[in-house]
Structure formats: structure tokens, C-alpha cells
């Protein structure tokens, strides 16, 4: 199975491309869709959009799985980062690409074993679960790679299950 994780943002949105056989996870591609501020809103959402589609076109998803909208510190981000996401469903949409959401809490809990893990702790687990590439830096592609394996491992639980 290939899933497209994704860690939406309007200046950064973290994606990865995971490939599940079993308990082996492969990291086919990882990086980031990134716009710049002078652009406005309406283009910026615009490129994460025809992006997001890019990519569907290129590795072809099973599914994806997106970080859902749970708390922010920070209110003056709320609007933008839901307006991301909103387009990022939009162009999952488009695709006919089904999708898995987790709260940052669920993602920490699945890949760590608690819900309040730190950046580091998240980054420690994910490198458990895959090889990542020495360029692998970016905070939102490692979430990326984290909620995509949190959706995999949902996935093998709800197939347990049958």
C-alpha cells in the first residue's frame, strides 16, 4: 500500500510518500511545498492545490492521511493553516484519493506510545520506523512521514479486526 502523508501549513506543508508491505515501511519520496508570503493567500493556496495534485499524479496514493485541526497556540495560524488543509482536502478530492485524519495527539501516541511527545521524541520513533534521508530535516516532513505511518498502523489494527 502507498500512502501520502501530508502535515498541512500555508508557508510549509510537510509530505512524504510511504510504501507499506506488512511492518516494512519504505520512504519513496519526502520533502515539502513551500510559498512565500509576498504571494498573497489566493496564490499560495493556489500552489499547495496544484501541488498536492502533482504529486497524486506522480506516486499514484492508495490513500493519505492529513494532520486534522485540533488546538493552536497560536490564533493568528488557525485560519491559514484550516485554509491549507481545506484546499489540500480539495485536490485529495480531485484525485479520488481516500483519507485517514489524526490529531497531532493521536499521531504522538501511535508513533511514541504518549500523546505529548516532543519534536525530538517524534523524530527518534519515525527514525525507528524508516530510513531517512541525511536531507530529512524539516520538522513538517517529519510529521509528514509520522502521520503516514500513524495511518498505516491504523490500518493494519482495523485489519486485525475483520
Given at each position: 500500500?502507498?500512502i501520502l502523508?501530508?502535515?498541512?501549513?500555508?508557508?510549509?506543508?510537510g509530505y512524504?510518500?510511504?510504501d507499506v508491505?506488512?511492518?516494512?515501511?519504505?520512504i519513496i519520496?519526502?520533502?515539502?511545498?513551500?510559498t512565500?508570503?509576498e504571494?498573497?493567500?489566493?496564490?499560495?493556496?493556489?500552489?499547495?492545490?496544484?501541488?498536492i495534485?502533482?504529486i497524486?499524479k506522480m506516486?499514484?496514493?492508495?490513500?493519505?492521511?492529513?494532520?486534522?485541526?485540533?488546538f493552536?497556540?497560536?490564533?493568528k495560524?488557525?485560519i491559514?493553516?484550516?485554509?491549507?488543509?481545506g484546499?489540500?482536502l480539495?485536490?485529495?478530492?480531485?484525485?479520488?484519493?481516500k483519507?485517514?485524519?489524526?490529531?497531532?495527539?493521536?499521531?504522538?501516541?501511535?508513533?511514541?506510545?504518549?500523546?505529548?511527545?516532543?519534536?525530538?521524541?517524534?523524530r527518534?520513533?519515525?527514525?525507528?520506523?524508516?530510513?531517512?534521508?541525511?536531507n530529512?530535516?524539516?520538522?513538517d516532513?517529519?510529521?509528514?512521514?509520522?502521520?503516514?505511518?500513524?495511518?498505516?498502523?491504523?490500518?493494519?489494527?482495523a485489519?486485525?479486526n475483520?
Open positions: 500500500m502507498r502523508g501530508i502535515d498541512p501549513g500555508i508557508q510549509i506543508t512524504s510518500i510511504l508491505e506488512g511492518e516494512n515501511y519504505n519520496a519526502s520533502g515539502s511545498i513551500r512565500e508570503k504571494q498573497g493567500v489566493q496564490n499560495r493556496l493556489s500552489e499547495i492545490f496544484h501541488d495534485i502533482s497524486c506516486y499514484e496514493p492508495d490513500c493519505a492521511a492529513i494532520e486534522e485541526l485540533f493552536f497556540k497560536n490564533q495560524t488557525i491559514p493553516v484550516a485554509q491549507a488543509r484546499v489540500i480539495a485536490a485529495l478530492n480531485e484525485m479520488n484519493v483519507m485517514g485524519e489524526y490529531t497531532p495527539l493521536v499521531v504522538k501516541q501511535v508513533i511514541t506510545g504518549h500523546g505529548r511527545a516532543t519534536k525530538e521524541e517524534v527518534d520513533m519515525v527514525k525507528r520506523f524508516v530510513e531517512l534521508n541525511k530529512t530535516k524539516l520538522d516532513t517529519i510529521d509528514s512521514i509520522a502521520i503516514a505511518i500513524c495511518h498505516a498502523r491504523n490500518l493494519e489494527v485489519n486485525r475483520i
